[in-house]
């Protein structure tokens, strides 16, 4: 899900959050208190869940964090409660038009380009056609891929249907021989498949390692460049995954 698409659905969450207030902000003559009590109650039940996809929007990468809009998030959402129940109900209408507006302002402050695209957690199947469709559908010339941990499973998740005429180079990180056995036994694994590879793309792969990586990276004909926000084989497992499109001069200034 694009963020802009992701911002929208989280507009639409907080209305609906606070859609059964307005009605008693509206007339709230025609709600007795117990039918105002009960209002409330689902409102505290319920913000929870809408607080919780506001933080994980507002942490797009492990790397960029809007804090300071989550916090105004949060502290509008809780304050529609806290100050009714200081206040009365009597408050009400004041407190929901402010709080709901205070919300929706942060909420709005926290940037939503769309060359960052969320892909959502529990969806693997989504999160590796998306991936795939970088590898497979968007490359015509070159594919630069960098991760510190590439394991033998990209060759037929990522790599097998990119054409034959696209270089491919991988750049990953060097095991040391003391690292302990498991380590070195995937490493090994990963290069009895690289090698297999090799011999079907002769001339067009090449693997390189370095010893320091850290960063996920990927570059598509040496004009569109990616930046991987975890493991490809494992996105959309547990958490969120991120693919940032940036344009080629970053790549070019670092």
Same mark, same amino acid.
């Given at each position: 899900?694009?963020?802009?698409?992701?911002?929208?659905?989280?507009?639409?969450? *907080?209305?609906?959050?606070? =859609?059964?207030?307005? $009605?008693?902000?509206? &007339?709230?003559?025609? /709600? %007795?208190? !117990?039918?105002?009590?009960?209002? *409330?109650?689902?409102?505290? =039940?319920?913000?929870? $869940?809408?607080?919780? &996809?506001?933080?994980? /929007? %507002?942490? !797009?990468?492990?790397?960029?964090?809007?804090?300071?809009?989550?916090?105004?998030?949060?502290?509008?959402?809780?304050?529609?409660?806290?100050?009714?129940?200081?206040?009365?109900?009597?408050?009400?209408?004041?407190?929901?038009?402010?709080?709901?507006?205070?919300?929706?302002?942060?909420?709005?402050?926290?940037?939503?380009?769309?060359?960052?695209?969320?892909?959502?957690?529990?969806?693997?199947?989504?999160?590796?056609?998306?991936?795939?469709?970088?590898?497979?559908?968007?490359?015509?010339?070159?594919?630069?891929?960098?991760?510190?941990?590439?394991?033998?499973?990209?060759?037929?998740?990522?790599?097998?249907?990119?054409?034959?005429?696209?270089?491919?180079?991988?750049?990953?990180?060097?095991?040391?021989?003391?690292?302990?056995?498991?380590?070195?036994?995937?490493?090994?694994?990963?290069?009895?498949?690289?090698?297999?590879?090799?011999?079907?793309?002769?001339?067009?792969?090449?693997?390189?390692?370095?010893?320091?990586?850290?960063?996920?990276?990927?570059?598509?004909?040496?004009?569109?460049?990616?930046?991987?926000?975890?493991?490809?084989?494992?996105?959309?497992?547990?958490?969120?995954?991120?693919?940032?499109?940036?344009?080629?001069?970053?790549?070019?200034?670092?």
């Amino acid at each position: 899900m694009k963020r802009s698409e992701m911002k929208c659905e989280l507009n639409c969450q *907080l209305g609906a959050l606070f =859609a059964e207030l307005d $009605a008693i902000a509206d &007339n709230p003559d025609a /709600f %007795s208190t !117990p039918a105002k009590e009960e209002a *409330l109650a689902r409102y505290n =039940a319920n913000n929870g $869940a809408l607080r919780k &996809n506001v933080i994980k /929007f %507002s942490k !797009p990468t492990p790397n960029l964090e809007y804090r300071k809009q989550r916090r105004d998030f949060s502290h509008a959402i809780r304050r529609v409660a806290d100050e009714i129940e200081r206040l009365s109900f009597q408050a009400l209408p004041e407190v929901v038009n402010q709080g709901k507006e205070k919300a929706k302002k942060a909420l709005n402050s926290i940037p939503a380009t769309d060359d960052l695209e969320l892909l959502k957690e529990k969806e693997p199947f989504t999160a590796y056609c998306a991936i795939r469709n970088l590898f497979c559908n968007e490359s015509t010339k070159s594919i630069l891929w960098i991760d510190p941990y590439l394991k033998e499973c990209i060759f037929h998740r990522f790599l097998r249907g990119v054409g034959r005429d696209v270089d491919i180079t991988l750049v990953t990180r060097a095991v040391s021989p003391t690292a302990d056995p498991e380590k070195r036994r995937a490493r090994q694994e990963f290069l009895d498949v690289s090698n297999l590879f090799a011999q079907e793309h002769a001339g067009r792969y090449t693997l390189l390692t370095r010893p320091h990586l850290h960063d996920r990276k990927l570059v598509v004909d040496d004009t569109r460049f990616y930046l991987l926000g975890g493991s490809a084989k494992d996105a959309g497992k547990k958490s969120y995954f991120t693919i940032m499109n940036r344009l080629l001069s970053f790549v070019e200034r670092n």
